[in-house]
T-cell receptor, first 110, second 111 residues
Framework: GENVEQHPSTLSVQEGDSAVIKCTYS??????FPWYKQELGKRPQLIIDIRSNVGEKKDQRIAVTLNKTAKHFSLHITETQPEDSAVYFC?????????FGTGTRLTIIP | DADVTQTPRNRITKTGKRIMLECSQT?????MYWYRQDPGLGLRLIYYSFDVKDINKGEISDGYSVSRQAQAKFSLSLESAIPNQTALYFCATSQAGGEAFFGQGTRLTVV
């Protein structure tokens, strides 16, 4: 089955700096890659996603890149703000089965 | 607002007891999923269903069973709860090829 590795497990950045979270996947048939943000005590919510026919997607301060050949994808957050502090999960989807990474706890230092 | 609702939100149960976690949705989605969240392990898939009468095992189905009673309802049962099933459980729904929406979660403690 699919295996998704996510790094780093924790990340602290100064407010205003950029944060990058990286994931690799094992199943080349996976074709959809969503990113979820989970704030403390809340449910995971989708923040951005990318499909396998696209290399990059941007939404304001958030961007995702996908390298199908290397089977890795990354989340980039620019101009970080305190409200970006949360746990972020990447996922790889094949046949509508989502396999999640183990999560990255992002802390923004004021 | 259309939503995904889990009951109960918190539950403490004893080892060996049978417990059922319920999930209902008003989004009209046909895909439903049960995940378990443990610190450092992310979200792991227990069972999923693409339609009524369709049940599929996920990566960690041992010790769990599910029932898809209707398109809007998907229940997770622990037949004989054990302490290492203490975790946060999430139900999720999606439409074909679309975003997954999560319920609020059920925090289960087995003592």
């Amino acid at each position: 089955g699919e295996n998704v590795e996510q790094h780093p497990s924790t990340l602290s950045v100064q407010e205003g700096d950029s944060a990058v979270i990286k994931c690799t996947y094992s199943d080349s048939a996976s074709n959809y890659f969503p990113w979820y943000k989970q704030e403390l005590g809340k449910r995971p919510q989708l923040i951005i996603d990318i499909r396998s026919n696209v290399g990059e997607k941007k939404d304001q301060r958030i961007a995702v890149t996908l390298n199908k050949t290397a089977k890795h994808f990354s989340l980039h957050i620019t101009e970080t703000q305190p409200e970006d502090s949360a746990v972020y999960f990447c996922a790889a989807v094949r046949n509508e089965k989502l396999t999640f990474g183990t999560g990255t706890r992002l802390t923004i230092i004021p | 607002d259309a939503d995904v609702t889990q009951t109960p939100r918190n539950r403490i149960t004893k080892t060996g007891k049978r417990i059922m976690l319920e999930c209902s949705q008003t989004k009209g989605h046909d895909r439903m999923y049960w995940y378990r969240q443990d610190p450092g392990l992310g979200l792991r898939l227990i069972y999923y269903s693409f339609d009524v009468k369709d049940i599929n095992k996920g990566e960690i189905s041992d010790g769990y069973s599910v029932s898809r009673q209707a398109q809007a309802k998907f229940s997770l049962s622990l037949e004989s709860a054990i302490p290492n099933q203490t975790a946060l459980y999430f139900c999720a729904t999606s439409q074909a090829g679309g975003e997954a929406f999560f319920g609020q979660g059920t925090r289960l403690t087995v003592v």
